[in-house]
């Protein structure tokens, strides 16, 4: 009967509309939440997978960045990275930033997840955990001369 219970909430919750589901802090204000992230070779859900390190860009998704002023920043095994450029697209400023990320050094976040935290112009912030992870791109180890064959020699 639980089960049943759950599964009409369920429902009923994710049949409004997203501005109704968004939690308030005591003082009234929306919080900041981030949903999802896309950039990276491929989309699982609210997640981006596949990220080399060389990434170009990181699109977040979510409410209440406000429309100027948020910061990004991606926090991994490896320590903590701020995206020095944050754009807030046009005609979904409160929704959706841009992180650019051409030429960081996300290589020292090591290869694993990281966790997405956005924080907007009134020092509000919102975070969304194993929302990029970041892959090693391939390595060259080691070299081997292939077997000649029959009479050796190199082919010009």
Not at 39 to 61: M, N
Request: charged share 10%.
């Amino acid at each position: 009967m639980a089960v049943g219970w759950l599964l009409w909430l369920a429902l009923v919750y994710y049949q409004l509309p997203i501005s109704s589901r968004v939690t308030y802090a005591a003082s009234g204000v929306p919080l900041v939440r981030v949903t999802a992230v896309e950039g990276c070779g491929l989309q699982v859900y609210d997640s981006t997978v596949r990220c080399p390190f060389t990434t170009p860009s990181l699109t977040i998704h979510g409410d209440h960045f406000l429309t100027k002023g948020a910061t990004v920043r991606l926090e991994a095994a490896g320590g903590a990275w701020v995206c020095p450029s944050v754009a807030h697209v046009v005609a979904a400023e409160d929704e959706r930033l841009v992180c650019t990320t051409a030429g960081a050094p996300l290589a020292t976040l090591g290869p694993g997840w990281a966790t997405v935290v956005v924080t907007n112009a009134e020092g509000l912030s919102g975070t969304l955990t194993r929302a990029v992870w970041f892959t090693h791109g391939p390595a060259l180890t080691a070299v081997h001369p292939l077997p000649a064959t029959r009479g050796g020699g190199c082919v010009p």
